[in-house]
């Protein structure tokens, strides 16, 4: 399964045969492997899914923050994320918790504001408002063109999301 070299929106996901559960993620240039834990009966070589996911809310709430901080030329001088993830069954209402740590000579007034252009990171509002999924049994060339990803895409997103 392969997606045209020229649209780095589109993410390839396929088996490498090594384990049940083991998968080639291949996005923008870059690979990286995903998989299940030894317990579950994968090989425990990458992240999980949910994993993957809950690092999407912390990636996009860090770099959000570094780019409203740089635009106001705030002392943020490293910010981390930490992201909880729960949900009870298939069918419940996942749950994340993000632990947000500014570090820099703040006041009051910027963290706050912060805090609250986190909540405006892009992954964020989508995983907030939910997404629709559509499905298509496919035979290769798979996905190509700028439809696959939206444009601009995820930059974009945030800079959409720094403005005031």
Not at 69 to 85: N, T, Y
Not at 109 to 124: F, S
Request: overall charge negative; charged content about 25%.
């Amino acid at each position: 399964m392969t997606a045209p070299a020229s649209d780095p929106d589109v993410v390839n996901v396929s088996e490498t045969g090594a384990g049940r559960f083991q998968v080639r993620v291949a996005v923008a240039g870059s690979s990286f492997l995903a998989d299940e834990p030894v317990e579950a009966g994968g090989l425990g070589s990458g992240p999980n899914p949910y994993d993957l996911l809950a690092s999407a809310l912390g990636a996009c709430t860090v770099m959000t923050l570094r780019l409203y901080a740089e635009r106001k030329g705030w002392p943020l001088d490293r910010a981390e994320v930490r992201v909880l993830h729960a949900r009870t069954g298939l069918e419940g209402r996942d749950r994340f918790a993000r632990e947000i740590v500014l570090h820099g000579d703040l006041d009051g007034v910027q963290r706050a504001r912060l805090m609250e252009i986190a909540d405006r990171c892009p992954v964020h509002r989508s995983l907030e408002r939910g997404a629709e999924i559509i499905s298509v049994l496919a035979h290769p060339p798979m996905i190509d063109g700028p439809a696959a990803g939206g444009g601009d895409g995820h930059l974009a997103d945030m800079q959409e999301a720094c403005c005031d």
